[in-house]
């Protein structure tokens, strides 16, 4: 309810993943009259679309900390209920990010041996995807942690146990896993960075590369990329940034000199595919490692094809049951 392009985006792209998964239910969870205005059951022949209704919504000036006294009847209190009481097995939410975090830690719970939730979310890269957290809900981490951040994350890009001989016994099958800082040198960083270096050096369930900058993110040389959510929020939205700043630069140079639009014409193609392997609707869905179930969240300006893309990972964490997977590699 609380996106900021309302209930219609995330009612559209329900219906399009049900039309693919029907062996998948979706609840929606908001005001049922607002919900019935865009939802036509017509359009959901198998009737995998289940309407719950909420009298109250969170909105995005919210406070996290008052809404869980207050707003008990709100759609996101609602269905992570839902999930914590296990009638649904993930929750996707593209509202208020402090106070869904904040909702599902009380809730849902958190996974034995993790302090924090985290945020992650995959990155398109040179070579297939890195997965980097924390984007944004831990401002301050200790060293402790971090390792626990790269740990969920490495079991993300994983999709497996980390016990299985075969796996611990090649080196190469471990993620490799980096430490965002502002230099490569062991010697360079915070002192927080430098016992976390220590830590990551040590563990044997993911291949520790070292330091990496920020420049090295796209570099696709680190599956996962390990921070604490204030540099990984700054560098997430500057990529965003950088990105729009790309696209308006060419699109102003398709409305230039006829010699220039023919000179693109001809290399459209090239762009065309760019353009489609970098669309940042392929990426939404941050995952909210650490609590007990799948809690996933959308970008709050997701249009429907983004929302869908949310869908769909929350639906494959939820097959492969990532917090379970995570819970095995702490024990």
């Not at 983004?306 to 990972?313: E, G, P, S």
Request: hydrophobic share 40%; aromatic share 6%.
């Amino acid at each position: 309810m609380s996106g900021d392009l309302g209930p219609r985006i995330a009612i559209r792209a329900a219906e399009k993943f049900v039309a693919e998964e029907r062996h998948c239910d979706i609840w929606l969870f908001g005001d049922e009259h607002q919900l019935r205005q865009f939802y036509k059951a017509s359009r959901d022949p198998y009737h995998q679309i289940n309407i719950v209704h909420c009298t109250e919504k969170v909105t995005m000036d919210d406070n996290p900390l008052q809404v869980i006294r207050h707003k008990k009847s709100s759609s996101m209190y609602q269905a992570l209920s839902a999930l914590a009481k296990g009638d649904v097995e993930a929750s996707v939410s593209a509202g208020n990010t402090g106070a869904l975090l904040v909702m599902a830690k009380h809730l849902v719970g958190m996974i034995k041996g993790i302090e924090r939730p985290a945020i992650c979310k995959s990155m398109p890269v040179q070579k297939g995807q890195t997965f980097m957290l924390d984007l944004g809900a831990n401002i301050n981490c200790t060293p402790e942690q971090l390792h626990q951040f790269a740990l969920m994350a490495s079991t993300l890009v994983m999709k497996t146990n980390f016990k299985n001989p075969a796996i611990d016994e090649d080196e190469s099958e471990k993620p490799k896993v980096g430490l965002l800082n502002i230099g490569t040198e062991h010697t360079k960083g915070t002192e927080l960075l430098q016992l976390a270096q220590t830590i990551f050096a040590q563990e044997k369930r993911f291949n520790y590369v070292g330091f990496i900058e920020a420049n090295e993110i796209f570099s696709g040389n680190c599956d996962v990329i390990a921070c604490d959510g204030f540099h990984g929020n700054i560098a997430l939205k500057a990529s965003e940034g950088t990105a729009r700043f790309i696209g308006d630069k060419i699109q102003s140079a398709l409305k230039g000199s006829f010699m220039v639009r023919i000179g693109l014409f001809l290399i459209w193609p090239v762009i065309k595919s760019l353009k489609l392997s970098l669309d940042p609707s392929l990426y939404n869905g941050a995952s909210l490692l650490g609590l007990n179930k799948t809690v996933i969240k959308s970008h709050g300006s997701a249009n429907k094809k983004a929302f869908l893309q949310a869908i769909r990972v929350a639906h494959e964490q939820a097959l492969q049951n990532i917090p379970q997977k995570i819970s095995s590699c702490l024990d």
